[in-house]
């Protein structure tokens, strides 16, 4: 099982990213996706989760309104668009695959002027 972040960077407040999760050595859409983010001394928290089909989505109440989870089963990635970025969303966003255990490495964002 490998999971793969990409797409993380430095953004001015209000600006948008989107993130991408490339999965493979599993069958990746039979699994529900979720992505977590971690700042430094504190806990990983969950973000956003998808089903494996992609037809129900759930997010953090801090994040509800500005983040887009997503899918592309045909490409075995997961993505989170993030929009109306606020500086205290500077984290390193994770992707985890909830029944393998997984954990891809982290992707840094800062949202920073």
């Keep these: 099982v490998q999971l793969v972040e990409s797409g993380g960077g430095l ?4 600006g948008s990213l989107r ?5 493979s050595g599993f069958t ?5 996706m979720s992505w977590h983010r971690q700042t430094p001394g504190k806990e ?3 973000v956003a989760t998808i089903t494996s089909t992609g037809s129900t989505t759930n997010y953090a109440n801090s994040v509800k309104g500005r983040f887009t989870i997503s899918r592309d089963n045909a490409k ?3 993505y989170l668009q993030m929009d109306s970025l606020k500086p205290e969303d500077t984290a390193v966003y994770f992707c985890f695959a909830p029944r393998l255990r997984s954990w891809g490495q ?3 964002v800062t949202v920073s002027s």
């Design 11 to 14: 953004v001015q407040p209000g």
């Design 19 to 23: 993130l991408s999760c490339a999965a």
């Design 28 to 32: 990746f859409s039979g699994y529900a």
């Design 44 to 46: 990983r928290v969950l």
């Design 76 to 78: 075995n990635t997961v």
């Design 106 to 108: 982290g992707t840094q």
